[in-house]
């Protein structure tokens, strides 16, 4: 369809490198389908931005409301992540007579009022839109200046003393750990759909994965991190992840997002372990291998025999063992 992304970008105050996310996150399920395009819809980036925001708010809190104790910051995160709130920012945008595109009979006010509404999952995935086209900063910035900083900014004491510390680091660890998983696994597996990306995220955030973290731990990293924070439970991995983000943001704030994932990708994932385990559930789901080797590991038709050498060392399987999807 002919569709005004300058328009959309003006009522946002936000420019688009790349105007197709913009479109995709302004896509409901419901349209998908009216054009034959089900795979087409925004939850891929509503299920990463539901992550990112609680990363943004959690962040903010931590820098300007040390003071809070835990139960108050997550009370107060999740009162800005209230989805009246969420709702409230999207039609405020003026995007809500318009936005998102949709296939239904029910009237936009109607829609409005009910628990699960299109308005609030497109802002979600309107927000991993922004940090996939520009980056965690970009995406942290925006929501700042249109919900949290309007609401909160004047309820900012001056300088008070922070309140266990570590039970903060460790809230903005686990915050971190999730969208950093989610993210990790976005990129790395497209077209997958939420609910296998949430359940490999689950895996990689569990309890026996972040003990096995730990101990991948080097002298270098615990030096930084007592550097920046003093002492840090040798039993907490989150903490030690926000330790590291903290260390991130006072060398440059506009990529301790980027610097941690880097660092969390590098040290702790095994990426070819990751791709078996999504590629056995999508052999399971009854996904074709040529799909898998053509969408999931990017070898399109020309390189397609090399794509199935990987696709077998990875499955740890001979030719003549896994059917070939030749159509």
Known sequence: MQWNSSLVQEKISFNFKNTDLLFLSLSDPSYGKQINQPDSDNQRLESLGDTLLELIVIDYLYHHFPYLSISKMTALRDKLLDKEKLTTLWFSLGLGESYPFLDVNQERHRLRVQPSNPFEKSLKALVGAMHIDRGFSQSYNWFNKHLIAPILERHQKGHLERVTPEKQLNLLGSSLLKVTSFDYLYRLLPYVEP??????????????????????????????????????????????????????????????????????????????????????????DGIPQKWIIREILGYKSKNYDQGRQRFYELMDQSSSTIVDDKS
Do not use: C
Not at 211 to 224: Q, R, V
Not at 246 to 274: G, L, V
């Open 195 to 284: 609910a296998k990306l949430k359940k490999l995220s689950k895996t990689l955030t569990s309890k026996k994965q972040q003990t096995e973290y730990l101990k991948k731990l080097t002298e270098e990293d615990w030096e930084i991190i007592n550097i920046q924070q003093n002492t840090i439970s040798k039993k907490s991995f989150p903490s030690v992840f926000g330790a590291m983000f903290i260390h991130f943001d006072s060398e440059n704030p506009k990529t301790r997002y980027r610097n941690s994932r880097k660092w969390f990708k590098e040290n702790f994932i095994d990426e070819d372990e990751i791709l078996y385990d999504a590629i056995a559930s999508l052999l399971r």
